[in-house]
T-cell receptor
Framework: AQTVTQSQPEMSVQEAETVTLSCTYD???????LFWYKQPPSRQMILVIRQEAYKQQNATENRFSVNFQKAAKSFSLKISDSQLGDAAMYFCAYRTNYGGATNKLIFGTGTLLAVQP | DGGITQSPKYLFRKEGQNVTLSCEQN?????MYWYRQDPGQGLRLIYYSQIVNDFQKGDIAEGYSVSREKKESFPLTVTSAQKNPTAFYLC??????????????FGQGTRLTVV
């Protein structure tokens, strides 16, 4: 069964600095998607970035980028020029690309990011 | 506008009662999911469905039931067999397989409290 692990329950960063959130996963599949979601205090889940496993190039979205290491099964999120609005819970998630009953979307336990002014 | 709607936002249940949480999507997504969120435990999968009239148990299905009679609807019933139902519940939907816009879209959640 697939698992997603976030080993940092809490992180803190100074405004305008860079922070990296860690995520590792375990799977025997080769075709899958990885995601980072943000959950602010409103509790609305917001997609930050997605990565397709068959693409070697790391995804980027403005100040957010990932370091995808497929062999190591690692998928870290880097936030550059941190802003106060980045403070939230961040979840790493995995979804297979195969259809059928195994097509689950599973999440890690989250990392709570605080941004200090 | 396309989206996913959960209702109600807040729900109170008496001990021994069954309650049903609503989840509707107009995104034409095949897959729908229910998650439970407790402090420090992230999102735990309760049930998921890839197609109408079919669904599978997630990691914590005991005490819950679902139905998928329509593509756009995936209601969750919290039964009296669920011993600790107080939690925040999130519904999500997504495309399946290799398609554009593969991410899951989430509702705004339902906060269930046992009184």
């Amino acid at each position: 069964a697939q698992t997603v692990t976030q080993s940092q329950p809490e992180m803190s960063v100074q405004e305008a600095e860079t922070v990296t959130l860690s995520c590792t996963y375990d799977t025997s599949e080769s075709d899958y998607y990885l995601f980072w979601y943000k959950q602010p205090p409103s509790r609305q889940m917001i997609l930050v970035i997605r990565q397709e496993a068959y693409k070697q190039q790391n995804a980027t979205e403005n100040r957010f980028s990932v370091n995808f290491q497929k062999a190591a099964k690692s998928f870290s999120l880097k936030i550059s020029d941190s802003q106060l609005g980045d403070a939230a819970m961040y979840f790493c998630a995995y979804r297979t690309n195969y259809g059928g009953a195994t097509n689950k979307l599973i999440f890690g336990t989250g990392t709570l990011l605080a941004v200090q002014p | 506008d396309g989206g996913i709607t959960q209702s109600p936002k807040y729900l109170f249940r008496k001990e021994g009662q069954n309650v049903t949480l609503s989840c509707e999507q107009n995104l034409n997504h095949d897959a729908m999911y229910w998650y439970r969120q407790d402090p420090g435990q992230g999102l735990r999968l309760i049930y998921y469905s890839q197609i109408v009239n079919d669904f599978q148990k997630g990691d914590i299905a005991e005490g819950y039931s679902v139905s998928r009679e329509k593509k756009e609807s995936f209601p969750l019933t919290v039964t009296s067999a669920q011993k600790n139902p107080t939690a925040f519940y999130l519904c999500a939907s997504s495309n399946t397989g290799r398609k554009l816009n593969t991410e899951a879209f989430f509702g705004q959640g339902t906060r269930l409290t046992v009184v």
